[in-house]
T-cell receptor, first 115, second 114 residues
Framework: KAGVTQTPRYLIKTRGQQVTLSCSPI?????VSWYQQTPGQGLQFLFE???????NKGNFPGRFSGRQFSNSRSEMNVSTLELGDSALYLC??????????????FGPGTRLLVL | AQKITQTQPGMFVQEKEAVTLDCTYD???????LFWYKQPSSGEMIFLIY??????QNATEGRYSLNFQKARKSANLVISASQLGDSAMYFC???????????FGTGTRLQVFP
């Protein structure tokens, strides 16, 4: 069974531009979450989607948005990029997000560099 | 609110020795799960082991075991027989019931030397 895939793997943008990152969950998984990892702030939760609905959102500005499609694939968008948005963006999927034991499996991440 | 504390920024261990990575947590949720992930330099987060708050026994997965002490709110990861390939960042995380939102600690960088 294929794991979580993320595209693109690497991205270079300039300030003010916007970017869209894509995540395909493990087959059968219906919940997708996104995380931002930076050296300064560590791993921070962005948002969580289940059955095309956003269930939870982290403490990020409105420039960060996401969505989930009917096939459970998810995209996240960052508009008006800032230098501080440079980070590793990780996507994770789980079966249903119900119960405290539902394990999330992560993709390889997208490394975004904003110049 | 939930919080994870990992007090060891870095740890060294010799190959074939055991090592314990510390993790303490704080939560007001009655039901929660504790996870450990490994992150090699490539960046991907690799799931290692899970412990549920109501589990009576400590979780084990191959060379990984979790020393769960609920009263002390600690969930330390024990790696037995360390291998060179174990060198990586290790993150402890907590998740409440009915959400996929993981709260991570700051991580511990483990280096295994021959």
């Amino acid at each position: 069974k294929a794991g979580v895939t993320q595209t693109p793997r690497y991205l270079i943008k300039t300030r003010g531009q916007q970017v869209t990152l894509s995540c395909s969950p493990i087959s059968g998984h219906r919940s997708v979450s996104w995380y931002q990892q930076t050296p300064g702030q560590g791993l921070q939760f962005l948002f969580e989607y289940f059955s095309e609905t956003q269930r939870n959102k982290g403490n990020f500005p409105g420039r960060f948005s996401g969505r989930q499609f009917s096939n459970s694939r998810s995209e996240m968008n960052v508009s008006t990029l800032e230098l501080g948005d440079s980070a590793l963006y990780l996507c994770a999927s789980s079966l249903t997000a119900s119960g405290d034991q539902e394990t999330q499996y992560f993709g390889p991440g997208t490394r975004l560099l904003v110049l | 609110a939930q919080k994870i504390t990992q007090t060891q920024p870095g740890m060294f261990v010799q190959e074939k020795e055991a090592v314990t990575l510390d993790c303490t947590y704080d939560t007001s949720d009655p039901s929660y799960g504790l996870f450990w992930y490994k992150q090699p330099s490539s960046g991907e987060m690799i799931f290692l082991i899970y412990q549920g708050s109501y589990d009576q026994q400590n979780a084990t997965e191959g060379r990984y075991s979790l020393n769960f002490q609920k009263a002390r709110k600690s969930a330390n990861l024990v790696i037995s027989a360390s291998q060179l390939g174990d060198s990586a960042m290790y993150f402890c995380a907590i998740k409440a019931y009915n959400t996929d939102k993981l709260i991570f600690g700051t991580g511990t960088r483990l280096q295994v030397f021959p």
